[in-house]
């Protein structure tokens, strides 16, 4: 099985934006939904975005709705995560993750693929 990996992570300010790739995701790894995660020290893991990559269809959690913005690259089997005004409450490491079939519930307990994980801090 080809691995997630996740790139693009960093130390930015309050205000500023940064861009997470998710290579090898897609169709052509028999990956139907792909979301990102994140978990922060001493929280749960908590689902941020997800794309259905058949429909294109995306799905986003209350706190980055109008900041986030997930899309998928399917020529180059790549889900990206472009994070806008970010906040210091969007500090956690973030996660790429798939599965298998398609929708994408924006719960851990759904996704049996798993990246190692970028950093992101922001500070205020």
């Known amino acids: 099985q080809v691995p997630l990996v996740e790139s693009g992570g960093g130390s930015v300010q309050a205000g500023g934006f940064l861009r997470l790739s998710c290579a090898g995701a897609g169709n052509a790894y028999g990956r139907k939904c792909v979301a990102w995660f994140r978990q922060a020290p001493g929280k749960e893991r908590e689902g941020v975005a997800g794309?259905?990559?058949?429909?294109?269809?995306?799905n986003y959690v209350d706190s980055v709705k109008g900041r986030f913005t997930i899309s998928q690259d399917n020529a180059k089997n790549t889900v990206t995560l472009l994070m806008n005004s970010l906040k210091s409450e969007d500090t956690a490491m973030y996660y790429c993750?798939?599965?298998?079939?398609?929708?994408?519930?924006?719960?851990?307990?759904?996704?049996?693929?798993w990246g190692q994980g970028t950093q992101v801090t922001v500070s205020s």
């Open positions: 993750a798939a599965r298998p079939t398609s929708g994408c519930p924006l719960t851990a307990f759904w996704y049996s693929d």
């Open positions: 794309v259905s990559i058949d429909s294109g269809t995306t």
